[in-house]
């Protein structure tokens, strides 16, 4: 079966790592978030990407839980130091894989061939590919006014209270070529675990891609578990907005868009206030067998959807 996985964020990044185990390369390609992106130092930061780059070439930090294995911090506690920014912790490993983005798009690359030259080198095997190569830029609109995401999440430590998300750029935004020409022969998607409102939505707010999808199944597997966010702030921006922190708000967030759902075992009481098929199965995912277990029994569901 060849599938789409719509990912962004260390959540999503998780059952991504599972469907890689599960899937070959032919078998699967990665949509990823890069409304997250910034330019910082100079630099270009793609925070969904990598985090996904990490996670499938096994270099992932799990002790911080974002970043990469074995990182060491002088350059950033240099640049404090002599008093630059740093409240965007960049790791000497991450700095280097930041300064090639960099320079492969300087050189003429987009962003798709950097991401591709990049997770190649770190010995990934599967696609992962940009939703977008043109800048779509994630605004947080909160009671401190209008925060670019990085700030919002990382500088800000997610404290401002949301009202609202702005995706500037994204009108005129075209989908990713290769992500549209994979549509044309895959078999179904999957919503991964990420955040719906910043990892999700920047996505299926690109012109046309819902469109994409309508004659397609798409299976999403709920980011919520017990009225929590497994990580990130998708729970505190559902309570800010007004919304109920519970899965069955995330399925109805995607109303129209779903063919099926995939919940926590300890939300199966809401099953019966979700209008599509749902499942209900282990989506905590701690091990990689947990990734392993998630990717199979999604695929499982999707297949008989």
Avoid at 122 to 129: D, M, S
Avoid at 177 to 185: C, G, N, S, V
Avoid at 214 to 231: D, H, Q, R, T, Y
Wanted: aromatic share 6%.
């Amino acid at each position: 079966m060849k599938v789409l996985a719509i990912t962004g964020g260390v959540g999503g990044a998780k059952l991504a790592m599972g469907l890689s185990q599960v899937l070959s390369p032919e078998e699967v390609v990665f949509a990823v978030n890069t409304g997250d992106d910034f330019e910082h130092l100079g630099l270009h930061i793609s925070p969904d990407i990598d985090s996904l780059t990490y996670a499938l070439a096994d270099q992932n930090n799990t002790e911080l839980g974002w970043g990469r294995q074995g990182e060491t911090w002088q350059f950033i506690e240099t640049l404090e130091a002599l008093g630059g920014e740093s409240w965007f912790r960049l790791g000497d490993k991450d700095l280097a894989l930041h300064i090639q983005r960099t320079e492969l798009l300087k050189a003429g690359a987009n962003l798709t061939e950097a991401t591709t030259r990049i997770s190649q080198k770190l010995g990934v095997q599967h696609r992962i590919l940009p939703m977008s190569n043109d800048p779509v830029r994630t605004i947080v609109h909160s009671d401190q006014g209008p925060l670019a995401f990085q700030h919002y999440f990382v500088r800000e430590r997610c404290q401002p209270a949301v009202s609202g998300f702005e995706f500037a750029g994204i009108n005129s935004a075209r989908l990713n070529p290769e992500i549209d020409a994979w549509l044309d022969q895959c078999q179904g998607v999957i919503i991964c675990p990420s955040n719906p409102y910043v990892s999700v939505d920047p996505l299926l707010a690109l012109p046309n891609f819902r469109a994409r999808l309508e004659n397609l199944p798409v299976v999403a597997v709920s980011p919520i578990v017990g009225g929590l966010a497994i990580k990130g702030p998708a729970a505190k921006m559902m309570a800010e907005l007004n919304i109920p922190a519970t899965a069955s708000a995330v399925a109805a967030h995607y109303a129209g868009l779903l063919s099926g759902f995939v919940m926590d075992n300890t939300d199966k009481n809401e099953a019966k206030q979700i209008k599509i098929q749902t499942i209900t199965t282990q989506t905590i995912m701690v091990t990689l067998a947990d990734r392993v277990s998630l990717a199979k029994d999604t695929l499982g569901f999707l297949q008989d959807l």
